[in-house]
Each structure stands twice: as structure tokens, then as C-alpha cells.
């Protein structure tokens, strides 16, 4: 053969003005390329969440693979099918096939988000994916390719080394090793030719599998399950246009004669292969076209008609006619009209298919995208050009390959050994069968996975029987009619004779002690209202195989239909004919709890004396008491003391009768006992004295308490104030304290009694000279009607006694005024810890709240109903003559003894945090007058774990202070400024009597004082909601309240507390905000997990 | 019916919400040791479309507990709901409002509020399309994003049927695939409800093992017929959802899309495994278009034309030998 029918290097300029313009356009491109590797896709693409794959995928990559198809075809073509005379196509096709894969890989790491993880597919298998299938075989056929590549580039360098161009030298040192791995490729060369045509085959169908997991989104048109093949058929058939596109188009560029001989021949397969995909792709229309719209879509259905008219019909049309095959310039035609088809193919399925259903933009391309795609070809282009320029590629009129290789051989390399020759063979075989290996591992490994998900997805969708709804009643798993509390009291028990009151009897606290387990009390069970026997509970359940013990409501939904009965359901008077040996009611109360309270361990308050459950009824004193004449008033208290003989000596003990105490709850002054009312300084009187004649009227004793008062005599005592049951007992302030003397004292001893509201309210309703002026929420009404005012003293009857409770006439209880105290009231000791219920979602939520919520916050509103209270004092305005006025409420507004005054009517408290310690400001105490001084304030804060908030009232004053010792002034009122109304006076003498240095220089400061509220409870359907502290929107409310949806809640608020709107300042009680939203004290905030136990 | 077997029900239900996220992390150990532990269900999250109020709690609690960026206004502003939005990077669930009552019973409600986020599927598009495995689908039935092994394809988002995964694409170096990964650490001991759920004022959204949840479901539907559209959205929904969904009208209407029961990953994987099981058909293809090549050779060589290349035999043997 002659020279120049071999392949050889193409002998014409490099850089022609064509390579230049390709240049830029590459330059151009990759700017774009190289600003998305630096900003991210955004600033270069017009890609979002709904379009996101764009030209980069669908013409780059897709079109990429498809238009490579060049090389497979025509390696199959010539050298598995035998039709050697194509031999010269098959280089070019060849390298136009590695060029086109290795810029798919390059065009793809412009795309991937993280192109730099781009070796991960390697380590990381996920063979259920499609793209790890198309991404591993691309990868796999890249390396054949470069092998197949191999033989023209190695040729090319054998060729340089024997020339003098430029790197001949060097080249020639290498010489030995390139012609070695040249012969090596050589062996193996046939291996790999197999291979490609096989991985083309996977991938060029696995890409048409792609788009399908998107089934949901894609258009029928393209969506269909023969996808993959109409890729693979798709792809063969575009080889060969592609071998002759490529093939003209170089010839024309390098002014060579196009290669007719065997360009018509290679036409002629064309029709064959471009008509196998027409038939199919028609067919599969066919067969589907009822599934199909092809209406509602009319761009995709253009899209459709051009693609199959002008892509596959009428390149079809034309390649049947001869001469349109041998005519270069209809075959060129003809062979652009093939590639036009599959790449609107190819962006058919993958762009116009797509039809993602909320999509909100069309996609088109931006500058940067089409830039970088043009880039990308004109990267091929330009390689193409360097690659024939300087290797061995283009035949001359025609080639063979081993015409080369005889050249080669024939200066002198050494033939392989047959020895090598097999090893070299045996390697290669062992790579393609260690990939076939990995792909059957991969392939097995996803196939499990999901076959482990789908069962898992069949278990975990089993149905289950239907949530069988608990039924309504008020108390989630409790029977209806269930209570919180009982009066213990029975028509059989009072028919015997009674000696006590009924017992108050919390049905819940009971219920949550014994863990919600009936039959711990409720031991029998009756079948019918008649049975008044029932059979045991216990045996009931043991023939169940159920052992009691737990809560009922475990097992029961509801005890709707068997409810526990009532202990006088069976129990009623002992002995009864029907069933001698049951027990009466009263035993049955008594065996009950003394039995179950004598259990509990120690120490308990559980009470096991009579008096710790009932109270007896007092006994008619009438016969009891015996007067010799008319007795005094102390009279009364020594026939009292004649047979309650201790009584005397406690009462001697108490803050009642001293009027000072311990102070356990004074800041600073806890471990002192010596406290005297008198020596705190409060915003009502400044001091109290209790010489006065006033004092001793509230005094419970007889006489003035001034020195000549003996507090060691118990017959000082005055019983009658508090035990007087008549109603008629006053004592006369003009008196010092002792009643008229007209009073018949010896009937009212005759008729004692238990201290009920009016006695307690006598004096206690009225401090600050006026009804309920001091505490607000202590009101002479209470004891004639508190149904509406009060819970306990109205609804439930109770006396003062039963929260405050006395043990030897030391009565519990803590003022913020007074400083003894002699015991804590809390609510909790009825109510438990958890008073909001026994179940449910609501009673849990606000159970958290009284971690940080006193009872008293939500449950006492507002207080001074009937009553108004003084809510402010100036007595910097004293001692002036003003005409008398009133107010709307009928109170004073001015009062010369005293200044202006203000009163207010349904006040709303002041909310503060309360640890239970409060401080107080005693005679003689420095002052800051640059600021309003508290004169007792609440200890506590957001972060003490103790402190919660509770409501106060508060009460502003201006007093005198002395300007230079800042000390708080003492005027001496009573027989003194109340009768000179000449202050300097009043305060030198007040002072002098109190012991405190006096400069002499008197101004006013203003004071605030706070009085703890704890009366005036309401029930839960008067108390604060959701939105009188949390923010007014709907949402707090309807999170349980779901029938509300629809209501108006700030209004309806406003309906219920007029003019309320945020109740708590959270700021100012040191949350960051309301704590709904930012989460309260000890735990997390909502959505990071539940509060600690 | 015996009294235990009652006791065990009753009190998986009433400790339903304990039980719920107990029920879910307490198989991994007692599994293995072999007890009969009730077996583990997926967490799933009931949303009631007709309890929705559109307050965008949900969407808060979510921006808080994912530490996504502060949003410029206020999630207590409702007129974020005026345009139709979907889950983005930085939202994972999003509420919109459609016009009309939410169901044919409530008719003083103008609009119908329905959130938006990943559903999690049961059998997830986006796992299976996923190049490396970077979505993966953990034993608790969340939907759960790697990182670390991403490599940016984007194919997730090709894949999923609902349009939930959203992508970084402002992010040059390091962008993620966003999503809702359904609080995946809510389980560390503390119990709690995906934020969303937790922090829902009307209860809207349940949260519970997802069999559970199913026969509430359809026990509401049972007690509401006059409420509630006979369908459980995403019951079956491609292959069933851990999300679940109830309507007071056709969901379609409030950008529920209709979809079929069938997963669509299990389409594609079935033509996938069933073209390649095993590489059995590349090995056969393999195997016949060497012979065929052998064939030709000697033929070439037969008829006297100097062989195609070096080998005159082709190596066919040692792959069909690797194939068996």
C-alpha cells in the first residue's frame, strides 16, 4: 500500500482563523463555568427547585452520550460484525466518541452542586439508582474508549520519535515502553471492543430509564415503560449519521474529498436501524395513544410531530433513495436530520416532558448555560482539530491499521511472547470479570435493600382495629357523675345522733393517692340498684386472670357502664335484716380510712384523731355555763376558763393576744420573736399603736394596751369576740374594747360556738378603718352572701379556720402587714399538686403552670367586688380644711387626719414573683428617698426555684421621712396630730416616743405597700384563661378549645374581662418574652423536648 | 375476649404519646434479644386539613428547631399565606390557604389551610434515585440527608413525586439538599414531637407510629362522614406516606396531588434489576458478540484476508467462563 492510504497526521496549520473563533467561544464558556465553580449555580443558570436539571443535563450529557454513539456502532460494525472495508471510519468515530464522553464528564462537573465528591459513586454503591448504573457504565466505557483510543496516539508519538520535531527527543528515550504498551493494547484491544458495545448498550438504555422515576411528573407522550429501549434504538441509530456528519463535515474543513466509497455503503445500514426505532416508537404510540392528551399539551405535542416527522420519518424517506445516499450533500442532510431527531429527542424526554405540577416558571436557558454548552462542543471540536492534527487518525483514501503496526514491527520491537501475550489477555479478562462481579454484588445488595423495605412498608402498613374513642365525661376515665368532693354526711348517719359535722372529703386527692385504683375503697361491685350485697372486686378479677391494683382506667375505657357505687349503696345501719353481717355506713367510713391512714407510713398526714377529719358539733353550752349574777366581761372568761382549763395559757402565747411573734417570714428578722406590729411601718396608719383606743377594740382582750395592760392574766381574755355564736357580741372602741354594758353577756356564753366568717370578719374585714379598706379582698359581704364573691366561703360553706389552721388557738396564716406568723396556708393541702384534674391534656397543661403560677393568679382575677379598697393615701395634703366629698363609691376623697384618699372597686392585683419571704420596713429603718420605698416587698424572682407568681394589691402612700437621718417619721397621731394637726410637733413627739433620732427637717417620699390576695376565689370558669396573660390570638385559646375556631376571641375576652388586656408583664417579671412562646422557667422551649419530670 | 389482651391495648392507648416515640426506639435493643417486644412502627404525623388554622406555628417552631435563617418578617404574619409557596432551603414546611371551607360542616370558614413538607415516603423516590445513598430511609421511617457523600446531581429532586427536596443553589462549594428530615434527633432521650407537630395549637398535626395514626384516621372518618372526604391522603399514596392526610374536600383542591398507590421506585428498579439481574443479559450480549466476532475472525483469516487485528482469537472464553 502506498504511504499515504494509511492514517496519518493531517499536514495543515494548527491555528486557522476556525480554531480562533473556537477559542474564544471556549473562552466564553468556561468564564461562565468558572463563575458557577466560584458563586454556585444560581448566579449562572436558570435553574430552581422545580427545574432542576437544565441543558447542562439534558444536551450536555444526555445528547452527549447519545451522539457518541458513533464509536460503538461502528466498532461493532467493523470489527465484531466483520465489515472491515469501514475500517478508516472507525478511528475518527472512535475519537469523536471519547472526546464526546470525556467532555459528558467534564460538562457534568459543572453541574453537580458538588462536583468535588464527584469519586464517591466508586465507594459509595447505591445500585437501585439509574444514575449510579449510567454513572458507573459511562465511567467503565470512558476507560474503554481511551484504550480503543490508545493505538492512534501511541502511533503518533512511535512517529514523532522518528522525525525532528519538536519533544522527537525525548520521545525517543520512551520509545521501548511506548511500544510495548502498544503491543500490549494490541492483545487486549479485542477484549474491550466487546466491552464497549456491551456498556454502550447499558448505558445508552439506562438513560432512558432516568427521567422514569419522575413517572409522576413526566408527560405520557414520553413517559412509557419500553423508554430504555427506544434510548438504545434511538442511539444505534444516530451512530452512524453521526460517523457521517463527522467524517463530510472534516473532510470539507481539512479540503478533503469526501469519502463516498464508504459513506453510501455505511448509509445504507441507516433506514434499517432508523426504522426498527421508528416502528417501535410508533408502535408504542399506537398501543398507548388512549392514555395519551394530546390536546391540553400543544407545545409538547409539536414537539412530539417534529420530532417523529422531521427527526425520524423524513430522514427515513430520504435515506431509502440511492441517491440521496451517494450524494454527499443529502447524505450530510439526511444525517443532520437523524441527529436534529435524537437530540429533540433527548431534550424531549428530559426538559418538555417534565412537567413537574407546581411548577410556577417555565425553564429557558440562560446565557451562562447556552455559553458554556457551546463551550462544550467547541472544547470537542477543538480537540478533534488537535488530535488529527497531531496523531494519526484521518486515512488517507484508506487505511489499515495494521499497515501501521507492520511498520512498527517492522523496525525491530520484539513480537510479545506467547507467555505474556496470555498474561496480559488473562488481566484484562479478570478486569471486565471483576467489574461483571461488583456489578452482580452491587446489583444483589440493592435488590435486597429493597425487598427489606417493601416488607417492612407491608408490616408497618397493616391495618390496625380503629382507635376506639374514650366517651365524654368530665373527667377523662373516671365515671360520670364522678366529684371532686364529697360532704360525708348521711340521713342514717344524723338519725342515730351525731356528735360531729360532716366530713370534708376530697374524692380526687384520695383517687390520685391510691393511683387512680377504685377498688381500693370501692371494694365490691353490685350488679343492680337492688343488690345491695355485689360480689367481691378482687374475686371478680382473679376469675379473669387480672390482678387488681393499678389504675382502673388501664384496662377500662370507660366505667361508664359499671360504675364504682356510692359507700351507701350497700352501707347504711349496722346489722340490717338483709345482710347482718355487713357493716354500717359509719363503720364503713371509719374502717375505711383509719385503717388505710393508719397504714401509710411515717410520718404522714394522713390524720388518724377524730378531730383531724371532723370537727364535733360544739355542744349547747346553755347547760354547761352557770353565772351566779350578771356577769362581767371577765367574768364570762373565767367560767369559760373553769373547764377549758389550757385554753388560758395558750392563748397568752399567741400573735393574737401579743400582737408580735415569731417572723419567719421577714427578711432579715427570721430568727427573731420579738416583732412587733407596732414597729412596722405600713401605708395605712404609718405605725400601729395599739394604746389607742381603736387598737383595743380589735385587741382580743380587754382593757387598753397600754402599760397598765396585763398580758399574764388569761382573764383579760376576750372569748366572746371570736366564739360568740349570737352575732350580736361588739365590742365599744370608745370602751377600750369592752362591750356595752348592756350587752347580756351571760346568754352569749350560753350560746358559744365555732368562730365563723363574722366573727373572724370583725375585726379582720375592717382594718384600715374602713370596710375591706386594707386587704381588698376581705369584705363584710362574705359573711352574709359570698356564693358569688368566694368558693370556699360561699359555694363550699367554709369557715376561716379550715385553710387557716389553728392548733392551740395559734391560727396559721401570713399578713404582709403583721409580721407573726404562726403557720402556712396552701392551697395545695386540699388541692394537691396536681388540682387541675385527674387526666387529659388540659388538666396536664395548666398542672405544669403551678410550677410557676400560685393558684391565686388565675383564680382571683380581680377582688373589692361590693366593697371598695383604698388604693392610695397622700398625707403630704393632711391637716387641711376641705369641704367633705365623696367619691362614686360613697368613700371620703380627703380626710383631714389623714390627706386625700383614692378607692378603687374590682381591682386587678399586680402580679410579682413570691417566694414565701417577704421584707419589711421596722421604725427607725434607712431609707432611700430618691426613689419610691417599698415598704414590703415580695422576695423573688424569675430563677428562684420557689418563687412563683402570685397577685397583690398594691397601695401607694406619701409619709413623712426625716430629710437628713432618712428615716421614715412616726408621728404621734392619735392625742396628738389628730388633735393639733401641727406635724413637726406631731412628728418630734412621735419619735421621741418610738426612740429614734429626730433631725428636725421633715419632707415627704413616696411608699408603695403590697397586701398578698388569696380571697375572693373563683372557680375554674371564672378564672383567667389562656389569653388573659398569653398573647391574644386565637390559637392559645383554640389549642384545646377547638369548638372556639370560629369565635372572636379577643372579643370574647373582652366580654369577660372588660378592659383587661395583658394581665402578666412578662418582661417586667423577666422572661425574654411570653413564655408560650419562648418557654418557661426550668424547661426547654416547644418542640425541643418535654419539660423534666 | 380476655381482659389482659384488652389491658395491653388500652394501655398503648392512653399512653399513646409516650408510647409512640417508645414504641419506636425500643425494638433496636429488645429485638435483639430476642423478647417479644411489640414491634416497631414508622413515626408518622396525621394532619387534619379541617383543624388548621393557618397559623404558621408549625412553620416557626420548624425555622427554630432547624436553626434556618431568621425570616425577614414575622411568622405572625398571615400575609405570608397570600401566595402559594412551596418547601425551599430554608423552609421546610410551609402552610398555604385556599379558598373555601375546609370541609362541607364548616361552613363559617372561608379558607382551608394545609401544610406542606417532606412526606416521607414508605417507599422513597429519592432514596432510590439517589446516586450514592446520601438519602436514606432510617429504621424509624424519616427520610434522613447525608452531606458528607452527596454529590450534587440534583436527581433527588427529579425524583420525588411531591416536590419536597429543595437545593442550595446560591451555595457555590458546599450546597445541600434541604428538606424536612423529620426532627431525626427528636428520639435522644427527650421524646418530643417533631417541632412542627409540638408546637400545632390545635392539634392539627398528631404525631404517633404510623398503623396508629392510620386507624385514627379513618376512625375520625368513621365518626365524621359528614366532615370528612372517605380518603386517608398519603395511606397509599406512591406506596403510602409517613405523612398522612385528612380533608374536608377533595385533595386534590388544596394541592394534595392525585397520585396512584404504586411507588415509582419500585417501576423503575423493576425494569432496572429486571433488564440487568445480575448482569445476566450484558454477560449473555457479552458472550454472543464475541463468539460472533471469533466467527468473523476465522472466517476473515479462512478466507485469506489478514485478520482484523493481532488476536486472531477473541479471550470470549475467559468472560463466559467468568459469567458462569
Redesign the interface.
Known sequence: MSPHERPRRLSKPFFTAGTIAILVFMAVGYAFGITR???????V?N????N??GIWISFDVACGVALAAGGFTTA?L?????K?KF?PLLRPAILTAFLGYLWVAIALMF????????W??LF???G??????V?MCVMAYLMVLAIETSPAVLEGLRARAEGDEWGAAFLRKVKKPILTIH?WI??I???F???G??LS??HQ??LG?????????LNPIWDT?IL?LLFLMSAMAVGYPMVILESIYSSTSFGRKPEMDLLAPLARFIPYLLGAYAVVKFGDLAIRHKQLDFVSHPGATVALAVELLLGVVAPLVLLMNDGVRRSPGWLFFSACLVIFGVILNRFNVFLVA?E???S?KAYFPSVGEISMTIAIVCSILFCYRFMVTFFPILPGTAAA??TG?AAGEDEGTEPVSPFW?WVV??L??AS??GF??L??VV??E??QA?EL??KE?Q???????????AGGPAYP?RPSGYKNFYLLEAAALKAKGDDYEPVPFSHRIHDELVNGDCAACHHRYASSPTDRVGSDLKEL?AG???KLGGPC?????SLADRPPQSCMHCHGLPKEEDAPSRIGLKGAYHRQCIGCHERQPKPTTAPTECAGCHHPWTPDHAALVAFKETPGPQDVTRECLRCHTKVGQDILATAHWNWKGRSPTIVGQEHRADVALASVINGYYITFSPSTPQSAAMHIGYGKMDGSFDYKDPANIDCLVCHDATGTYKKDASRSGLPDPSFDLAAAAKKVGRPGLRECGSCHFGIGGAPNASHGDLEPALVADAAGLDMHMGTLKMRCQDCHTTTAHRIAGMSFSAPAVEGRVRCEKCHGATPHGVAGALSRHLDDHVRAVACETCHIPSFAHTAPTLVRRDFSVAGQDRPEKTDAYGRPVYDKKLGSLTWAKDVEPVYLWFDGTRSATLVGDKIDPSKPVVLNAPVGEKRTPDARIFPFKLHTATLPYDKKNKVLAVPELQDGYWTHFDLPKAITDGMKKAGVAYSGEYGFVETKMYSGIHHEVVPAKKALGCADCHQA????C??CH?KA??MDLPEHRRKVYPGVKERLDFKALGYPGDPAVVGGRFYL??????PPA | MTLSRRALLNLGLTTSTVAATAALAAPAEEGEKGKAAPAPNYAAVLVDTTLCIGCRKCEEACNRRNHLPRTAESFENRDGLRTFRRPTANAFTVVNRFPGSPSPDQAGRAETYCKTQCMHCLIPSCVSACIVGALTKSKDGAVVYNPTICVGCRYCQIACPFEVPAYEFDVALTPKVRKCEFCTDRAKGTGANPACAASCPTEALVFGPRAELVAMAKDRIAKRPDRYVPHVYGENEVGGTSWIYLTGRPPEEIALLKLTSTAPALRTEAIQHGIFKFGAIPIALYGALAGLMWMNNRKAAAGGEPPASGGPKPPASGHEGGAA
Open positions: 465553580l466560584l458563586l454556585g449555580l444560581r448566579f443558570t435553574l430552581d427547585d422545580i432542576t436539571w461493532a467493523v470489527d465484531i460484525f466483520g472491515k475500517k453541574d453537580l452542586g458538588r462536583w468535588w465528591n464527584i464517591r459513586p459509595n454503591w447505591q437501585n439508582s439509574v444514575l449510579f448504573e454513572g503491543s494490541k492483545i484491544l479485542p477484549v471492543i466487546v466491552a458495545v456491551v448498550c447499558m438504555s439506562s430509564t432516568l427521567m422514569m422515576i419522575a413517572h409522576t411528573k415503560p430504555p417534565y413537574p405540577p407546581f410556577q491499521e495494521e503496526m501475550t489477555r488473562g484484562a479478562a471486565v470479570f461483571v462481579l456489578y452482580v446489583h444483589k440493592a435488590i429493597t423495605t417493601v412498608v408490616r408497618v402498613t397493616a391495618p390496625l382495629p380503629p382507635v376506639k374513642a376515665h378479677h379473669m386472670d387480672v382506667s388501664a384496662c377500662h375505657d390570638e386565637a390559637i392559645t383554640t389549642r377547638q375556631q370560629q422551649s416547644i418542640g425541643r423536648g418535654k
